[in-house]
Structures are given as structure tokens and as C-alpha cells.
């Protein structure tokens, strides 16, 4: 079974419906992130959380709200869902490691995506 | 501000010739550095990753990196491309004192061609 699993896989909606992405996790990792993938724009951070009473907003929150509603589970959810929110999204998982020059870093794991088409 | 650069967003090669994917990193403190892969229809899959060990980080699938500090790169490198090499590949940073929080570059598309 995937250690990262997110649900739906794919989902068609249309302008103003509102929308959520779900993701779990076996892997027992406390740090959690929501991205959005476009076309020639890489990966970009919507939300992260470091624990279940922590999240905070990456580069693109706006149009987005999170829940995470246990250890393995981060949901996020478009409120009222346009055009340009039409992306794949991943959802991945890490736990802090320690770095060899000292300081902190970390893995990240990544769920298969969830590709959105907003109509 | 940190940021990622992928130089060149298609790289095509042929089946058995070298692999050279581009990054350059701009960071005020060190990094740690990654590359992820992406095949087509799946999530991303780590490479390798940089965490100042070693410079010269191998990988899986006979990928490695070298981490060159003077030139702010972490180009990634296969000596004989396979087939099944072809998939989206992505550098990412991480910074030392924001553990937890990656930045990507836009992607390299890289096609191999029999």
C-alpha cells in the first residue's frame, strides 16, 4: 500500500463549487504540505503544517484553506473554486532531520496528485 | 531570498549518451539541496539529496550530483541514459535554518530518444 495517498485522483468541477483534496499517511511523519504543480512553474507551497495544532501558509494560500484533522490526515479545500486554480496537486509528508553541518532539514515524501479541472 | 534555476526546461538525449540536468541555487546561508523526479501520471520520487557529507552525492538509477559551492550548482548527472529515464526532473532547496520548507525550480523535461 502507498505510505502517501490522496483522494480523488481526478476531479472536474465548475467555477464557484466548493471543493476538497484529501490526504492521508502511514509513514507516522508530524509535517504535512499541500503544492500546486502548473506547467513550467515547478512545485509551489500552498500550506504546511509541522504538527496537528500547526499550520501556516506557503507562497500561494490565497483562494485555499486547510484542515488537518489528525496526525495522518491534511485536507485542503477551495472555498469557491475558478478557472485558474486548474492544476495538479500533491500532497507530501516529512519528519525533521538533523543536518550534517547542524541545522534541520527533511525528506519530503509526495503522494501520486490530484489533478483538478475547474470549468 | 533563496530561489532555484533550472537551465533549460526539454533536455533531450540519446539512449546510452551522458545526462546533464542543470540547477543553480541562490542562498545567503547553506543549503540542502534535492532532486525529484517525476514520471509521467505519478507523484514525485527523491533522487538524491545533498546534506553536506559528502559533495558528490549518488543516487538511485545510477544518478548522481555534485555539490560546487564556488559556482552555486547541483547539476545532476547519468553516464548512460536509459529509456526509462525519461520523466520530469526537479532541483529543490531547503534552507538550514527553515527546516521543512522547499523551494523548487520550474522542471526539466528530460526525453531519451532510441
Known amino acids: 500500500d502507498a505510505d502517501v495517498t490522496q483522494t480523488p485522483r481526478n476531479r472536474i468541477t465548475k467555477t464557484g463549487k466548493r471543493i476538497m483534496l484529501e490526504c492521508s499517511q502511514t509513514?507516522?511523519?508530524?509535517?504535512m504540505y499541500w503544492y500546486r504543480q502548473d506547467p513550467g512553474l515547478g512545485l509551489r507551497l500552498i500550506y504546511y503544517?509541522?504538527?496537528?495544532?500547526?499550520?501556516n501558509k506557503g507562497e500561494i494560500s490565497d483562494g485555499y484553506s486547510v484542515s488537518r484533522q489528525a496526525q495522518a490526515k491534511f485536507s485542503l479545500s477551495l472555498e469557491s473554486a475558478i478557472p485558474n486554480q486548474t492544476a495538479l496537486y500533491f500532497c507530501?509528508?516529512?519528519?525533521?532531520?538533523?543536518?550534517?553541518?547542524?541545522?534541520?532539514?527533511?525528506?519530503?515524501?509526495f503522494g501520486p496528485g490530484t489533478r483538478l479541472t475547474v470549468l | 531570498a533563496q530561489s532555484v534555476t533550472q537551465l533549460g526546461s526539454h533536455v533531450s538525449v540519446s539512449e546510452g549518451a551522458l545526462v546533464l540536468l542543470r540547477c543553480n541555487y541562490s542562498?545567503?546561508?547553506?543549503?540542502?539541496l534535492f532532486w525529484y523526479v517525476q514520471y509521467p501520471n505519478q507523484g514525485l520520487q527523491l533522487l538524491l539529496k545533498?546534506?553536506?557529507?559528502?559533495?558528490l552525492v549518488k543516487g538511485i538509477n545510477g544518478f548522481e550530483a555534485e555539490f560546487k559551492k564556488s559556482e552555486t550548482s547541483f547539476h545532476l548527472t547519468k553516464p548512460s541514459a536509459h529509456m526509462s529515464d525519461a520523466a520530469e526532473y526537479f532541483c529543490?532547496?531547503?534552507?538550514?535554518?527553515?527546516?521543512?520548507?522547499?523551494?523548487f525550480g520550474q522542471g526539466t523535461e528530460l526525453s531519451v530518444k532510441p
Open positions: 542562498s545567503s546561508v547553506p543549503p540542502y
Open positions: 503544517s509541522f504538527d496537528v495544532k500547526d499550520i
Open positions: 545533498y546534506t553536506s557529507a559528502a559533495t
Open positions: 507530501a509528508t516529512s519528519d525533521l532531520e538533523s543536518g550534517t553541518s547542524g541545522g534541520y532539514t527533511d525528506t519530503q515524501y
Open positions: 509513514k507516522g511523519h508530524d509535517r
Open positions: 529543490a532547496v531547503s534552507l538550514y535554518n527553515q527546516g521543512g520548507k522547499l523551494i
